[in-house]
């Protein structure tokens, strides 16, 4: 498996954010590529089962080769939309769906394979055995080259790869959403070789203004000069450290933050400095 450190979102490129127009969906495809970031996270439900298209039709014409970049999706999620009849939001991970997920998924990137397909979220129905059925088909007849799960618990990686190699696990992580060091999963992923990929990897340290992120903002401001590095690219350089090797999913659509987001790889924290970060988020020192 190979993806880039920094891996781009997608989830706000069409109707969930910016409306970008194909023109300008190619144009960031290229200041992604000119700046490493080969890796491009998807999922069916984005722009309400719209972007994947949107996305595929900008790439068909970007001239960018496959080989070039990567594609992620996710399947699963079952919403109450104009593009589908569901009578209320649910999971579903029968093969068939499973399968057919993957496959429209395909067609709307213009691809014909997905270098990971995700479980995009824990369905207290789903059976390992089936779901492995579907991954074994895809992985077959080459629609799929690597599996893996999202959002999923340490004890709901163990139910599903204990059918079927899980190669990845995409969660919520961040400095003011630190969980994922505490209940056990970047462990599991450390332990298990699978891949850590970490959606909203800054938090709510630009979102919310509360005690909580003064503290940050004034820890952070003491280590900018320090390392000739913005606030945001600290957060990034604080999750890259881990062992685990994490990949940051960057949501930002601006190519300014996208070039700064791409500095953080070469930040190295100081071991003292990276336990500050994290003090200054507890609001006390570590135990």
Same mark, same amino acid.
């Given at each position: 498996?190979?993806?880039?450190?920094?891996?781009?979102?997608?989830?706000?490129?069409?109707?969930?954010?910016?409306?970008?127009?194909?023109?300008?969906?190619?144009?960031?495809?290229?200041?992604?590529?000119?700046?490493?970031?080969?890796?491009?996270?998807?999922?069916?439900?984005?722009?309400?089962?719209?972007?994947?298209?949107?996305?595929?039709?900008?790439?068909?014409?970007?001239?960018?080769?496959?080989?070039?970049?990567?594609?992620?999706?996710?399947?699963?999620?079952?919403?109450?939309?104009?593009?589908?009849?569901?009578?209320?939001?649910?999971?579903?991970?029968?093969?068939?769906?499973?399968?057919?997920?993957?496959?429209?998924?395909?067609?709307?990137?213009?691809?014909?394979?997905?270098?990971?397909?995700?479980?995009?979220?824990?369905?207290?129905?789903?059976?390992?055995?089936?779901?492995?059925?579907?991954?074994?088909?895809?992985?077959?007849?080459?629609?799929?080259?690597?599996?893996?799960?999202?959002?999923?618990?340490?004890?709901?990686?163990?139910?599903?790869?204990?059918?079927?190699?899980?190669?990845?696990?995409? /969660?919520?992580?961040? =400095?003011?959403?630190?969980?994922?060091?505490? *209940?056990?999963?970047? &462990? @599991?992923? %450390? +332990?298990?070789? $699978?891949?850590?990929?970490?959606?909203?990897?800054?938090?709510?340290?630009?979102?919310?203004?509360?005690?909580?992120?003064?503290? /940050?903002?004034?820890? =952070?401001?003491?280590?900018?000069?320090?390392? *000739?590095?913005?606030? &945001? @690219?600290? %957060? +990034?350089?604080? $999750?890259?450290?881990?062992?685990?090797?994490?990949?940051?999913?960057?949501?930002?659509?601006?190519?300014?933050?996208?070039?700064?987001?791409?500095?953080?790889?070469?930040?190295?924290?100081?071991?003292?400095?990276?336990?500050?970060?994290?003090?200054?988020?507890?609001?006390?020192?570590?135990?």
């Amino acid at each position: 498996m190979k993806y880039s450190r920094l891996i781009a979102g997608a989830m706000t490129w069409g109707s969930w954010g910016k409306q970008y127009s194909k023109k300008d969906m190619i144009s960031l495809m290229h200041h992604c590529l000119e700046n490493t970031i080969t890796t491009f996270d998807h999922a069916d439900i984005y722009g309400d089962y719209t972007t994947e298209s949107d996305f595929g039709n900008a790439f068909a014409e970007s001239g960018i080769k496959r080989e070039d970049l990567q594609l992620i999706s996710k399947c699963g999620i079952q919403y109450m939309s104009e593009t589908r009849k569901n009578t209320v939001k649910h999971y579903d991970y029968s093969k068939d769906y499973i399968v057919w997920s993957a496959e429209t998924s395909l067609k709307q990137l213009k691809t014909d394979y997905l270098d990971l397909f995700l479980l995009h979220r824990p369905s207290p129905l789903m059976d390992p055995d089936e779901i492995s059925e579907a991954i074994t088909t895809l992985k077959q007849q080459g629609k799929i080259k690597n599996f893996g799960v999202s959002n999923f618990t340490p004890s709901q990686v163990e139910l599903v790869s204990n059918a079927v190699d899980v190669s990845a696990n995409q /969660i919520e992580f961040s =400095l003011t959403q630190p969980s994922a060091m505490h *209940n056990g999963s970047l &462990d @599991q992923m %450390l +332990l298990k070789n $699978i891949k850590p990929m970490a959606w909203s990897p800054l938090g709510s340290v630009f979102r919310e203004d509360n005690e909580q992120t003064r503290r /940050i903002h004034k820890q =952070l401001g003491e280590l900018r000069d320090v390392y *000739n590095a913005t606030e &945001d @690219q600290l %957060l +990034l350089a604080w $999750i890259l450290k881990h062992p685990a090797k994490i990949h940051p999913v960057i949501g930002t659509t601006s190519k300014n933050r996208i070039t700064d987001a791409k500095k953080a790889e070469s930040i190295d924290l100081k071991l003292e400095d990276w336990f500050k970060i994290l003090v200054a988020s507890q609001g006390h020192k570590v135990p």
